[in-house]
């Protein structure tokens, strides 16, 4: 059911804001997402700790009052409902059952991201205005890449990790894993959005029920250059919705929130937690030979990908009377700084490896001059972009 107009789709998801859910859209959530776990009941889950169930539903909370916000330029607005998976690795999927949309966060995602920023806010290099860093102490790691919770919350505790490092840095480092939580879902709501999965069911590689399309699909050897194009599309709306959204929060406040000093400030944090976020996923064992099948391009590209978005978005004329020439002068100086800054968090947190840079094995992955991959993703978009079009609720708002 599609509802139109702002109004009713506010009054009748208002209870978008609470974090429980109807017995109706538990049952949904557990048939849509029965192989991933199916839904983390946060209310009625015996073992949880109270203190992490009320973080859980904080966080839902704010991520359900943020699809409104994104939602709300668009005339047509589909049911979109959120829910945590029972999942403890980092992730989030988007699929369609019943005329409703679902987006499922692992819920291991936001423990890891909490650790993974503290942690390299444990390095004295980033962000060294923030907080005193004469008194924080370095948490190595075996496993920089700890991409699951249980792992990161062992860890977190072994290190202490909070009160190594502060209290002010402790605050950056939620803000930084909240960016990059806004962003995941946002670039699910895209995956919506831009009409991806009715795309998919009707032209995709491999026809499937809604019951069992689901972005992003499993992998497998075929050749996956369409998913990688609605990658690159997700990612390209994601960062628009982030751009708009500094924007109003910098527009809209009357003035900057206390937090930031100016617009650059707001934004290398944001493009910080992007990048990293991106670093944090990224040494796969990524293979130019196989570049084809994979179901998403190399997070490197997709780093790059961005960071150009962004650049074209903040030029553009929507958001000139925030914008000095001064900013938009450093914007490329601020990516490639904030590239080395994370790599110096990766070097500095890290008991082994080396920078991303010098190791071989992840260069691919990092390829981000591979401008030849790029463009062919991009070719197959403005291939399929007319087919797309039709399914975009996006593009049928504007
Ligand atoms: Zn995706």
Not at 25 to 39: P, V, W
Not at 42 to 50: A, D, F, K, R, T
Not at 115 to 128: D, G, K, M, Q
Not at 220 to 235: C, G, K
Request: with cysteine; glycine share 4%.
């Amino acid at each position: 059911m599609l509802l139109d107009g702002k109004k009713s789709y506010l009054l009748q998801h208002k209870d978008l804001y609470q974090y429980y859910m109807t017995q109706e859209e538990k049952d949904l959530f557990n048939r849509a997402f029965a192989k991933r776990g199916g839904l983390l009941d946060i209310e009625s889950h015996p073992y949880m700790h109270p203190t992490n169930k009320e973080i859980l539903g904080n966080i839902i909370s704010q991520l359900r009052g943020n699809l409104i916000y994104v939602l709300e330029p668009f005339h047509i607005k589909p049911k979109i409902l959120i829910g945590y998976l029972d999942l403890s690795v980092i992730g989030a999927v988007a699929t369609k059952i019943d005329d409703t949309y679902l987006i499922g966060l692992h819920a291991g995602t936001i423990p890891v991201f909490n650790c993974f920023f503290a942690r390299l806010l444990s390095s004295p290099r980033l962000f060294p205005e923030v907080g005193d860093i004469s008194k924080i102490k370095l948490a190595k790691t075996e496993n920089p890449h700890m991409l699951s919770a249980e792992y990161a919350l062992d860890e977190q505790s072994k290190d202490n990790l909070y009160e190594s490092i502060g209290e002010e840095r402790s605050a950056l480092s939620f803000r930084l894993g909240f960016y990059a939580i806004r962003h995941l879902i946002k670039h699910e709501i895209a995956h919506i959005m831009n009409g991806h999965l009715e795309f998919l069911k009707n032209h995709g590689n491999n026809s499937k029920d809604f019951e069992d399309l689901i972005i992003p699909p499993p992998h497998d050897d075929s050749n996956r250059m369409i998913d990688q194009a609605l990658e690159f599309d997700a990612d390209t709306t994601a960062t628009m919705f982030d751009i708009r959204e500094m924007y109003d929060t910098i527009k809209h406040k009357g003035k900057i929130t206390a937090q930031y000093e100016s617009i650059a400030d707001y934004y290398k944090e944001w493009l910080f937690s992007i990048v990293a976020l991106y670093r944090l996923m990224g040494l796969r064992e990524y293979n130019k030979e196989n570049l084809l099948s994979y179901t998403h391009p190399p997070v490197g590209m997709r780093n790059v990908y961005i960071n150009v978005k962004a650049m074209r978005f903040l030029s553009s004329p929507l958001y000139a009377d925030i914008i000095d020439e001064n900013f938009k002068s450093n914007l490329d100086e601020y990516y490639k700084n904030i590239l080395l800054q994370v790599e110096d968090g990766f070097e500095d947190i890290n008991l082994y490896r080396a920078r991303a840079a010098d190791s071989a094995d992840s260069t691919a992955a990092f390829a981000y001059f591979n401008v030849d991959h790029i463009s062919k993703i991009e070719d197959k978009f403005h291939e399929i972009l007319p087919t797309l079009r039709q399914y975009s609720y996006k593009y049928n708002s504007e």
